[in-house]
Every structure is written in C-alpha cells, then in structure tokens.
C-alpha cells in the first residue's frame, strides 16, 4: 500500500531533523529539528502498526507525551537561558566544557 | 620470719614511693613526711630482709622457696607468675640492696635537704628499690626483666633529676638507651630459652638446661652470648659502658647507689643466677672474662687523668664490674658475688664520701658566690682538715680497692685473680686475663691515690673566699659513712680463703646455688707456695699503685681548675675517655639519625611512597580525565554529532 | 564481682539486647543532637557516651572467658534474596575492640570540651555516629553488613578531618578517604565472587560469615586474588608499610579526638580483618611459607622503618603517627606468628597501643590547646610549668616503648616470644626496635619537657585542670592495671585466640619447640 512512500516521508524528515541538529545554532530552531525527528519516528510507528498491530499506535501516545514534557521543560531552559544570556544562539552556551 | 612474707621487703619502698610521689605533687615541701617514708620503708624492708635472711640461715634452705603472689603472663603453656625466689643467693642480695640503700638513703636526707625536688626525689629513689629487689627476688627471667628495666627507668629519672639542664637530661636518655641495647639481648636470649627448654623460670632452667642443651652447643652458647649482651649493657662493660660516666650526672647518692653498688651489678648476679648456662659455654664464658679484664684495663687507665671526682669513681666502677666478669667468666662465681659485695660497700663508701666533699666544696663555692666546679678535683687540696672524718673514711675505701690487706677488697680481688691464673693452665687465653687484672689494680690503686692526695692533700686551691665556707657535713651524712666505713674494712671476713686461715664462708653459703653449675667446671687444686706467691704479687701491684700514685701526684705541681694548662700527648686522650663518645657519635648515631632523615623519611617516605607513588597515581588519574575532559566542548552540536556517527555506527554492526 | 554481676545482668536479658542496643545508641544520640538545640550538643554527647560506656561495661562480666566462639549472637533476615541477614556477636577478639571503642567514648567527649568552638553539633553527632559504624565493624558476622559499616565509617571521619582538622584538612581528608576507598573496593568484589563461588559449590547464597568459613575449601582454587583484595582492604587500614603514607596526614590533621578515635579504634579493623577474615577463610594460601615470608617481611621493615622515620619526627603528632605504623608491626607480625602466644599477644597489642597511643594523643592535644603548636622545638622545659602533664606523657611514653611493668610490654613480649619459634631471624630484627622506640619517644620527651625553658610563651603554660586529668587518669590507670595484672585481660581472649589456632592450624607447619616440649612433657 502507502508503506514505502510512508517510510521514504519519515526517513526524509528524520534526516532532515538531524541535519537541522547538527548544522543550526539557534536553540528554538534546533529544538524543533527534535520535534521533527520524533515525529518522523511517529510516523514509521503509525506505518508498520498497519502491519503489526495496534502496539505501534500506544507508543505514539508515549512519544507525544514524552515530546510534550520535553517540550515543556526544554522551553522553560532556552527561557531561563535568553534570561540570562540574551540570546539562545548556542554557540556562546558552553558550559559543559571540561 | 616466714619466707612467704618476703614479698613485704618489696612492699614496703612500693608504699614510700606512693606517699612520696603524692606528696611530690600535693605538698612539695613537707620534707620531715618525705624523710620518714622515704628512709622508713627502706628500713623496715632492711628488717624483714634481715628475718628473711635469718630464717634462710636457720631453716637451711637450699632448694629456692618459690612465693608466687599472682599469675602474670597465662598463656596457654607459657605461664609466668609474679613469684618471688628465696635461696642464699637472693638473701645475700636482699641484705645488700636494703643495707647499703637504707645508708644511701639517709644520707641523702642530708646531701638533699635544700633540694626542691625533695620529695620526686625520695619517690624515684624508693622506686628504685622496689625494682632492684624485683630484679634480685624474680623467679624467672621475665620478671627479673620487670626489675631490670624498671631499675634502667629510675636510673633514667634519677640522672636526669635536674633535667633543666639539657646534659642531665641527654646522659639519662644514654643511660636508658645503651642500656635498651642490653635489654635486646635479655629479650633474645629469653625467646631463645623458651624455644629450645620451654621453661623461663630458674629453677626450670636449672633443671631443663643439663637434659635438653648440648655443653658447648651452639644454643647454649647463643643464649648466654646475648644474656651477656644485656649484662654488658647494664653493667657498663665494654661496648656499652659510655653510659655510667655520664650518669655522674645526677644526684651523688644516686650515683653511689644506682651506679656503683647496686643495679650496675645486676649484670653479674644475672650471670650467677643462670649460672649451669654460663658453665656450659666455656666459648662464651672465655669472651665474658676477656671483656671484663679489657674493660677492668681500659676504664682504669681512663680513670688516670680524670679531674672530676666523680668521673674518676665513674671508670673504677666500669673497672671493678670488669674484674666481677673476670671472675664469673673465670667459673668462680663465688668470687664475681664477693667482690660485687665488697665492692658496694667500698664503692659506695667512696661515692658518698665523694658526695660530702661536693657538699662542702657546693656550700662554700655557694655561699662565696663561686661558679667554680665543685667536682673537680683540681679545685679542691688539703681538705683533709675541713674533712677530718670523710678524709679517714675515704683512705680506708681507698685501701679496699686497692686490695690491700686486711680490707674487703683485697680478698675478693685476690680469689678472682688467683683463679683466673689457675684456669690459665687448660685454657692460656686466662694468663692474659690475670695479666691485665694485675695491671689494672695497678692502675686503680695509682688513680685512687692520685684522687686522694688531690683531694685531701697538699695545699688548698679552692680560693680563700671559699675556704672559709668549708666544713663537715652533720651526723645524718657521716653516720652511713662509717657504717660503710666499718663493712669496707672489714667485709673480707665474708669468704677468708683457706690459705689465709679462712674457711671461705660466702662460698659455703652460696653453694646449693652453684651447684647445677659444678658438674661442668674442673676446680684445680693449687700448690700452697703458688698461692702465696699470687697473693703477693697482687698486694704488691696495690701498694705500688699507691705509693707511685702519692708521690707522683703529691710532686706534680697543681693547679685550680680555671688556671689549669691543657693536657698534651698521651694524657689528652685518655682526659678524652679515647674519644669513644665521639667515634660513637660519629660512627653510628650520626649516621642513623642522618640515614632515618634524609633517605627514609625525605627521600622514600615523602618523595618515593608518598610523592612519587600515592600522589603520583592521583596525578595520573587527573591526567587521564583532563585528557578526557577535552573531548566535551560544551558545544550540543559536536555531541549531537558525536551521537548520531554512533548511532549509525552501532546500526551498522547490529544490521551489517 | 561476677558472681555479683552475672545474675543480674542474666535477670535483665542483658547478653540478648546489649549489642543491638550499643550498635543503635549513637546513632539516636547522633539524630538527638541534630534536633536537640545547639547549646545541648556537650552534654547531651556525654550522656550518651556515657550511657554507652555503662552498658558497654556489662560485657566486661556478661562474656564468657571459657568459651572461644562467638557469643551474645542473634540473626535477623535483613535482604532475603541475597542471602544478606544482620547477623551480629562478639568472641574474645571483638570483645575488646568493642570495649575499647565505647570505653573512650566519654573521654574523646571529655578531650574535645573546649577544643572544638565551631559547628559542635555537627561534630558531636559525626562522632556519635562514627561509633555506631566502629562498634558495627566489630560485631558484624555477615559480610555485607561488616562492608556497609566498612565503608559507612569513612564519612563521619572525612567530615572530622575535613571541617575540624587543622591547616591542610581537606588534603589529608581527601588522602584518607580515597585511599582507604580504593583497598576496600576490591575487597567488595571479593566479597562478591566468594559469595557466588561458594553459592555455586553449596547451592546456598550467603553473606553469612559461618557459612563462608565451614565452606571455604570450595574457595581454595580462587584464594591467591581473594586473599589479596582482602589484605589489600586490611593493609591499608593497619596500616602496613609501605601503604601508610595516609596516616601520619591524617593523624597530623585531624582534631584531637579524630586522632584518638583513628589510633584507638581505625587501625585496629585492619588487623582485625585479618584474624577474623583474611585468614580463617583462606589459612592455605595465607600462611603458605610465600605468603608468610611477604607479610612478616613487610611487618618487619615497617617495624624498624616507621621506627627510624618518627625519630626525626618535627612535629609531635606525626612521630606518633609513625609510632602507630611501628606499633601496628608487631600485631602483623604476631598475626603470621600463629602460636596461641603470639595471637594473644597481637590483641594485646591491639589494646595496649590503643589506650597508650590514645593518650599520647590527648596529651598532644592538650600542648597543642594550650600553644597552638604541634613542633617538638616549640616546647621545652615544660616539665617545670606542668609537672602532671610531664608526669602522665612520661608514664605513656614508657607505656609505649614497652616498659615492662606496664602495657606495652605484655603484647610486645608476647608477640615476640610466640613468633621466635617460627621466624627467630625476623624476631631479631623486630627486637632491636625497642631500642629505637626508646629513641624516639625519649629524645621528644627531654626536647619537650626536659632541658631550659626558653620560650617565653611556655612559662605561663598551665598544668592539666580537672577535666582534663578525668581524661588522663583512666587512660594512665588501665596502662599500670594492664602491665601488672594482665591476666582478666589474657583471659578473656585466650579461648577465641586458641580457637583461632585450631581453626588455621592444619594449614601451619609444626613448631620446633612444640617437639621439644611434648618430648619433654612425655619424658616427665
């Protein structure tokens, strides 16, 4: 059916994702590369469930749900970050430096 | 009085000591108290020792009486009991350490009546005999050890006793290290006796040793070699006799006590106590006489050019220990325990009577507001006629140690001398010893001359302010003295030999003592005409000592001590004691100190286990997470990068 | 006084809850300090340190002598599935430890009255709690529960060293944590592997100390690196030479009643792991001729090194820290000596050097409150200003170096003579300490005390006041009681040392000497 052009989507927009990761530096932007990445593996889940059962659907939920925490928190760090900072340009955040 | 009370002759200083220690921190200065308990003890432990003595004499007691008062070391089959060991042997020592230490004591009442530390001081001299009558009563090794060390503890106290001065406190820290050097000995042959006849006890000694030892082994041989290490550490015999000189350092009665009649001899009543040992190792029993009748040699010739007069008594002591070893290396351990007792008397007599001159002449300079040295000899002269009665006494100690006849000192040095020569004859190593015997009497009965006339005769030098000071010292002082006096003169009566009309009565007494050691020692019979001929070779080496001691020291022209020109050639080195401190010095403590410093504490301690190793391995675990630590740049990129080459690499080998 | 005693405390159930309750008292002192006010914390201490002591005492008449297994025992599951239970008793070789750590309670409160002026409740409740994890040592008989309070006393006394230590506390802190922490790591993997070992051979996983001990042959193929992890753990804690470089930093840094608590009681659970642990569990391979000749050599040298090394000692503390080191020889080699005399002797070591060294570091301490000084070359002369001060170190001086008479010797003595048989070389060598040990302590002693007073600052040092002499006097008292009468002492630990000896005799090579005396014996 629809599987390989759903699985091409997903891998497109998991690169994609991880490209915008790797090669941004504004946190927001980043942070929605991540998004996007998990969504691309949401949409491999709603995919192969076709296949496999309904147990691809349930860790949709699971992923949203995580994705939304993360969201949240995430957010409240790039917030406390701009506060702080004023920017959220992560090339002057470096304070894991060993 | 019952055997079994005889722990009381111990108990009795032990209560003075406690009064007096408590009374040297509460009440400082109530000195009647302290003379009472310090010279009440020793007098009641003199009377029981007397009834102890008494009853051992009327009860003919041979076999030792053990009195055990408590199990001290149970170990499993080891067991050590605090127990205490009547015999002759221990009797003769009782009336010896309670006799002569009751003198001492009340004459120290005198000689440190204006003393600050009156009371410290009459509780370390009571301590004292609690040890040595520990030392003398112990019934096996280990609790002679309690006495042996305990007594080195007080000798340590006692020569430190004026410890503001840093001399006084060093020589008493010598005093208790050589003597440790000793103690290794003790401990060694302790361990050794146990490992091979499984018992530590006299008696089991006696018993076990002819059954399980080989004469003339190799064990017996190691054993007595160190329990002579250790006798030679207490009784200042050469190597380790560097310490009694600088105990001069303390107080005069301690030094007449402590160093000259009594715990110096510990060494030759340790050599009779374990005497059936000593017989079975003729190997070591030839070096003890060797070392006594070098050091007898040695010390005297040191003693010829000391000025101090206490130095000078220091070297006879050191010389007269000798001849006791000459005499018990020799197998007559009859003799080594006469002189040992002769020699109290007179030694302690010549000390004491020193310590009168140093009061008097410490008065004067006092009250004169001298700092001359009251001690030295140069300083003194003619003081005959300040010190009528210390200056008779003195001549009569003088004459026993020289071995003229009748004084004590002549017959017990005679006995060892004769039998040294008579073992000469299967052993000639023995001709030298007698050789060098002769000599040193020689040469004690010249410096004791010489002490004498610079002493007592001739013009006074000490200065004409300071001689009017000058006087006997009270009846407390001179009363021990003429006692002293009295038992010098006469303390020969002890073993008359059979020559001289005797019937060696010392030797009848100590007998059952000796004679587990009998079956190993071949006595020689000497022809009467040798006898005689010895005799008179020894009182002639005395009285030649003596008139070439007088004469030459009354001829030389002296001078006080600060006018005094220096020694030069021969006589510097000896004034030097052979700069045997300073080889010491030099040779071993420097080096060790150095060593310990500088390599094991700087180099290996501090730089190599410490510097090197432990904060060598902690630098090296900073290194390796620095080196680590860079990898996080803190920029999310290169971790996200990082991430995603490991993802793809780890799908790559589970998928490929 | 135990025909006194012994009903009573039998009426009270003491032998069934004593333990328990000495095991948890200073912990709930502990959280009693940190809730009471701040002003409580002294007394309340001394209270339960008290407290602890008096019950503790009951022992003393509750302990059977006769009887060389364990006792006052009791077992409770605590982690079923591992097999982990708190299992706790004491025999003749804890017994002391354990006396001894609650004996001093009251004193180390005593000592630090008015040393200690910052943050006291804090350091009252890490030193309630350091007991608590020092008593749990000694009593543990299951392997889990001796590790958890094994590593558990590391905190309080990193917290001591490190808040109330002197200049260069957080050096020596750090040292002494890690450095203890590394050999105990490994002891926890041997711990491990010789649970599952002997699970594996028996079928039954268990921490329990008794069920390692009667299965330990199933441990004799992997006993070479089990044995070292061990003694690894217990030689850094002795500790042996050469690994003793964190003590005298520690001790030197460490407030006085650290110091104390680190001689009395820290140094002695390396050596009590060896006789309770390392070797009844592998005695094969332990006192094999190979293993033996390391350890009595290192014992040896650390002997006379440590010796050597506190003569040049310029600071007070730290030439008794080399002191311990030395001391802390001899129990080694008495441990390897194995006769009955000699095992006695270690323990006795064990006590003697914890009341003798205590002391000296009360002592010290007592110099250091008066003059802020811990160098030899600040003092001198003291002995005229402070003569029961000069009295008191004098007595423990001599307690140290082994004066017969008082408590030094009786261990030194026994250790020595009980090894002769074995290793006569080495007890050569160890001997000839006793004249360096001398050296050391005397030649402090006359540059201390002795000799001209010339500091001005020492004239107006005052003597010991009344607290201060409640230290000493106990301390002074059980070192004369000890060297005269050692006997209740001797007694209650000849039973656990000679069924120590049976439990590694079959592993030992026979005794000279023993022949020579049941020959003797026979031939009587």
């Known amino acids: 059916m629809l599987l390989g052009p759903s699985l091409a989507l997903s891998a497109i927009l998991f690169s994609l994702g991880v490209a915008g990761v790797l090669l941004r530096r504004n946190a927001i932007v980043l942070f929605m590369c991540i998004e996007l990445m998990l969504n691309a593996v949401n949409l491999t889940f709603v995919a192969l469930s076709r296949l496999y059962g309904a147990g691809g659907y349930v860790m949709v939920f699971f992923v949203m749900t995580v994705a939304a925490a993360e969201a949240a928190v995430g957010l409240a760090i790039i917030l406390a970050i701009f506060r702080h900072e004023q920017s959220v340009d992560l090339e002057n955040i470096n304070l894991l430096r060993g | ?656 | 006084m135990e025909q006194f005693f012994s009903p009573i405390l039998a009426a009270i159930g003491y032998n069934r809850w004593i333990l328990h309750v000495l095991l948890i008292l200073p912990l709930v002192g502990a959280i009693g300090i940190l809730v009471a006010p701040g002003s409580w914390a002294r007394w309340f201490t001394l209270v339960v340190a008290g407290l602890e002591f008096f019950l503790a005492l009951g022992l003393w008449f509750a302990f059977d002598p006769s009887n060389g297994g364990i006792q006052f025992e009791s077992q409770v599951d605590w982690i079923r599935g591992w097999g982990v239970s708190y299992h706790i008793g004491i025999d003749g070789i804890s017994l002391f430890m354990v006396l001894l750590a609650t004996g001093m309670m009251p004193l180390l409160v005593w000592g630090s009255w008015h040393s200690i002026q910052v943050r006291r409740r804090g350091y009252y409740a890490l030193l309630l709690a350091l007991k608590s994890a020092m008593i749990g040592v000694f009593i543990s008989l299951d392997l889990f529960l001796f590790y958890c309070f094994w590593e558990l006393l590391l905190i309080p006394m990193y917290f001591l060293i490190g808040v109330w230590g002197s200049s260069n506390r957080l050096y020596a802190a750090t040292k002494f944590v890690l450095y203890t922490f590394s050999g105990s790591l490994l002891m926890l993997v041997a711990i491990v592997a010789m649970v599952w070992t002997v699970g594996r051979a028996t079928g039954t996983y268990s921490f329990s100390y008794d069920h390692l001990l009667a299965n330990r042959d199933a441990l004799a193929g992997q006993a070479p690196w089990l044995f070292t992890a061990f003694a690894l753990a217990f030689a850094v804690k002795v500790p042996i030479f050469p690994f003793h470089t964190w003590l005298p930093d520690a001790h030197v840094e460490a407030p006085t009643a650290g110091s104390v608590d680190l001689a009395v009681i820290l140094l002695k659970m390396g050596t009590y792991g060896f006789l309770r642990f390392a070797i009844p569990l592998f005695p094969a391979f332990a006192l094999s001729p190979a293993v033996s000749a390391v350890f009595v050599v290192l014992a040896v040298t650390g002997i006379l090194y440590a010796a050597l090394v506190s003569m040049v000692q310029p600071d007070l503390k730290k030439l008794v820290a080399y002191s311990s080191v030395s001391h802390l020889g001899f129990v080694m080699l008495g441990i390897w000596g194995s006769t009955v005399q000699s095992v006695q002797g270690a323990i006795m070591v064990m006590i003697a050097h914890g009341v003798s060294t205590g002391c000296l570091f009360f002592l010290i301490g007592m110099l250091y409150d008066r003059r802020h000084t811990r160098l030899i070359a600040d003092y001198g002369g003291i002995a005229r200003v402070a003569p029961i001060l000069t009295t008191a170190f004098v007595i423990t001086a001599f307690a140290s170096i082994g004066l017969p008479g008082l408590n030094g010797f009786i261990g030194e003595f026994l250790v020595l003579l009980g090894s002769y048989a074995r290793f006569p070389v080495a007890v050569g060598i160890a001997t000839i300490v006793i004249v360096f040990a001398a050296a050391y302590l005397l030649w402090a002693v006359q540059r201390v005390f002795f000799s001209p007073l010339v500091h001005e600052a020492n004239r107006t040092l005052r003597d010991v006041d009344l607290r201060e002499l409640a230290v000493l006097v106990p301390l002074v008292g059980s070192m004369i009681w000890m060297g005269v009468y050692p006997n209740p002492f001797l007694r209650r630990t000849e039973a656990a040392s000679r069924r120590y000896i049976e439990m590694v005799s079959p592993h030992l090579p026979p005794l000279a000497h023993e022949a020579g005396v049941i020959r003797q014996e026979a031939a009587r």
């Open chain 2, 1 to 656: 009085m019952p055997v079994h009370l005889v722990w009381l002759t111990v108990a009795f200083p032990l209560l003075g000591f406690l009064v007096n220690g408590a009374l040297a921190f509460a009440r400082p200065n109530a000195r009647r108290a302290v003379s009472v308990a310090g010279v009440g003890s020793l007098v009641a432990s003199f009377v029981v020792s007397l009834g102890i003595f008494l009853t051992v004499r009327s009860a003919h007691i041979v076999e030792p009486e053990i009195v055990k008062l408590w199990a001290w070391l149970p170990v499993d089959r080891f067991h050590i009991d605090i127990a205490f060991q009547v015999d002759p042997l221990a009797a003769v020592m009782l009336l010896v350490v309670t006799g002569v230490g009751s003198l001492i004591h009340l004459f120290s009442v005198g000689y440190m009546q204006e003393d600050a530390g009156y009371a410290r001081y009459f509780a370390y001299l009571n301590l004292f005999i609690v040890f040595m009558l520990v030392l003398v009563l112990g019934s096996s090794l280990p609790v002679l050890f309690i006495g042996w060390e305990g007594v080195g503890l007080c000798s340590y106290l006692l020569i430190g006793f004026w410890f503001s001065d840093t001399a006084n406190a060093s020589a008493g820290k010598k005093a208790f290290l050589m003597n440790r050097i000793g103690d290794f000995g003790v401990l060694i042959a302790m361990f050794q006796l146990w490992t091979t006849l499984g018992t530590l006890e006299f008696v089991g000694i006696a018993r076990e040793a002819p059954r399980l030892l080989q004469p003339g082994g190799t064990a017996v041989t190691l054993i007595t070699l160190f329990l002579f290490l250790g006798c030679t550490g207490k009784s200042a015999q050469i190597p380790l006799y560097t310490w009694l000189p600088d105990a001069m350092a303390g107080p005069t009665p301690v030094s007449a006590l402590i160093h000259a009649a009594t715990m110096v001899t510990a060494g030759v009543y340790l050599v009779a106590r374990t005497n059936v040992l000593f017989a079975m190792a003729p190997a070591t029993s030839t070096l003890i006489a060797g070392v006594g009748a070098l050091t007898a040699l040695f010390a005297a010739s040191i003693g010829l050019r000391q000025y101090d007069i206490k130095k000078v008594l220091a070297y006879s002591t050191v010389s007269q220990l000798g001849y006791m070893f000459v005499g018990v290396g020799t197998g007559v351990f009859v003799s080594g325990l006469f002189h040992l007792v002769t020699h109290a008397f007179f030694k302690a007599l010549l000390f004491l009577g020193a310590g009168s001159v140093i009061h008097a002449m410490h008065h004067a300079y006092h009250a004169s507001h001298s700092h001359d040295d009251a001690q030295d000899m140069r300083n003194m002269g003619g003081l005959r006629s300040y010190l009528p009665k210390t200056w008779v006494l003195m001549w009569i100690a003088t004459l026993a140690i020289a071995g003229v006849p009748p004084f004590s000192g002549f017959f017990s040095k005679d006995e060892i001398l004769t039998a040294a020569f008579v073992r000469g004859a299967d052993n000639p190593w023995y001709y030298l010893f007698y050789a060098m015997g002769l000599a040193a009497a020689f040469a004690t009965a010249f410096y004791m001359a010489r002490l004498m006339v610079m002493t007592f005769h001739g013009e006074n030098r000490s200065g004409a302010a300071a001689r009017e000071h000058l006087h006997e010292p009270g009846a407390i002082m001179t009363g021990p003295l003429i006692v002293l006096g009295v038992l010098s003169a006469l303390g020969g009566i002890l073993n008359v030999p059979a020559a001289l009309g005797g019937h060696h009565a010392l030797a009848g007494w100590l007998r059952p003592v000796f004679a587990p050691s009998a079956g190993y020692l071949q006595v020689e019979e000497l022809r009467g005409s040798t006898e005689y001929l010895l005799i008179a070779a020894a009182v002639l080496a005395g009285v030649a000592g003596l008139v070439l001691g007088y004469r030459a020291t009354l001829n030389s022209r002296l001078l006080p001590a600060r006018e005094a020109l220096p020694d030069t050639g021969f006589a510097r080195v000896l004034a030097n004691k052979y700069y045997v401190d300073e080889a010491y010095d030099r040779v071993i403590v420097r080096p060790v100190v150095g060593f310990s410093r500088s390599v094991l504490w700087r180099f290996f301690d501090q730089g190599l286990v410490d510097g090197l190793l432990v904060n060598g391995s902690a630098r090296l675990f900073r290194g390796v997470g620095w080196l680590g630590s860079q990898l996080q740049t803190g920029q999310v990129g290169f971790y996200v990068l990082f991430f995603a080459v490991g993802a793809v690499w780890i799908l790559h080998v589970l998928l490929g």
